[in-house]
């Protein structure tokens, strides 16, 4: 069973950052897949962002290019994601999902291949 405990959520002005973080717990990180997903009201839960197979690489989704980065710390169990240029349409629940197993792209951008959720963290991005 792996435990997943996000922060750094809150509300922010149009164009500014905020950091999330993700603690993972309970499982061996290093054998642990870990990815980014959010939730608008009333919308489908969507992939933000994730690593690749092998850990080395990141990639996430075309909607928040070039603003969002995704990074581990493995010494601290945790990963991040580097939210800037915030914009209205980020706000969501944001939460960051974990996989037992190594997820293939494109397996890893959808959220039936994970095994398990944090609770979320609420991103609000004020126009």
């Known amino acids: 069973q792996v435990l997943l405990v996000e922060s750094g959520g809150g509300l922010v002005q149009a164009g500014g950052s905020l950091r999330l973080s993700c603690a993972a717990s309970?499982?061996?990180?290093?054998?642990?897949?870990m990815g980014w997903f959010r939730q608008a009201l009333g919308k489908e839960r969507e992939f933000v962002g994730t690593?690749?197979?092998?850990?080395?690489?990141?990639y996430v989704a075309n909607s928040v290019a070039g603003r969002f980065t995704v990074s581990r710390d493995d010494a601290k169990n945790t990963v991040f994601l580097q939210m800037n240029s915030l914009k209205p349409d980020d706000t969501a629940v944001y939460y960051c999902?974990?996989?037992?197993?190594?997820?293939?792209?494109?397996?890893?951008?959808?959220?039936?291949?994970?095994?398990?959720w944090g609770q979320g963290t609420q991103v609000t991005v004020s126009s």
């Open positions: 999902a974990a996989a037992g197993r190594p997820l293939p792209y494109p397996s890893s951008m959808e959220a039936r291949s994970y095994d398990y």
């Open positions: 309970g499982g061996t990180f290093r054998n642990v897949f």
């Open positions: 690593f690749t197979w092998s850990g080395e690489m990141t």
